[in-house]
């Protein structure tokens, strides 16, 4: 074969390799999603698990479990007999297989690079119970107005990530992708 066909293969290869590579590290969250190479991903993974999403999602948001590291959802499990001052009690089998699930996939498992900010957000000593009270979420939050999230009646608090993250369920909490009810796009 000749030296330039295979010093240009060469080169192709290698070019596609850092343009692939490139994007897969890439820190731009329209990447969000599951896959990516080496099972990263921008945002964190979709609930699967049928009984969580029911047993939990029938009162609030089925929050996906890379929002917490595992102590924290261990803590909320233990304590469903006042789960922020409700009683959200469980049968065993129930409960150790939602605990399963969320252990399994927590903040401090699964690859995620939005899990790993709320990681680093965390201290070593810390068990929030609370997502929108984590470091993370406040810093992402610290540019909407106070009116557009607690004074709105649509939203409430930031615990309502449907109402401004219409993709949350899907695992997608992009930025571009907020729409806060009665406002419109939020542009930071």
């Not at 993974?45 to 890379?66: I, L, M």
């Not at 065993?92 to 399963?100: F, K, L, S």
Request: include cysteine; charge should be negative.
């Amino acid at each position: 074969m000749d030296k330039k066909i295979i010093m240009g293969t060469l080169l192709m290869a290698g070019c596609l390799s850092l343009s692939i590579s490139t994007i897969a590290w890439s820190d731009d969250d329209d990447f969000g999603g599951e896959g990516g190479f080496y099972g990263r991903t921008t945002d964190v993974p979709v609930v699967t698990n049928k009984r969580y999403a029911s047993e939990c999602g029938s009162c609030h948001f089925a929050y996906q479990p890379g929002w917490l590291p595992k102590r924290s959802w261990k803590k909320l499990m233990g304590s469903l007999d006042n789960h922020f001052g409700e009683n959200a009690e469980l049968d065993d089998a129930t409960r150790t297989e939602i605990t399963n699930y969320l252990v399994g996939r927590a903040a401090d498992v699964i690859p995620s690079r939005m899990s790993a900010r709320i990681r680093a957000s965390i201290g070593p000593d810390e068990t929030p119970l609370r997502i929108s009270e984590l470091r993370f979420m406040q810093h992402e939050h610290n540019e909407i107005p106070v009116r557009l999230i607690k004074g709105n009646p649509k939203v409430g608090s930031r615990s309502n990530c449907l109402a401004c993250h219409t993709q949350a369920a899907g695992g997608y909490f992009n930025e571009h992708g907020v729409n806060i009810p009665g406002y419109g796009r939020f542009e930071d």
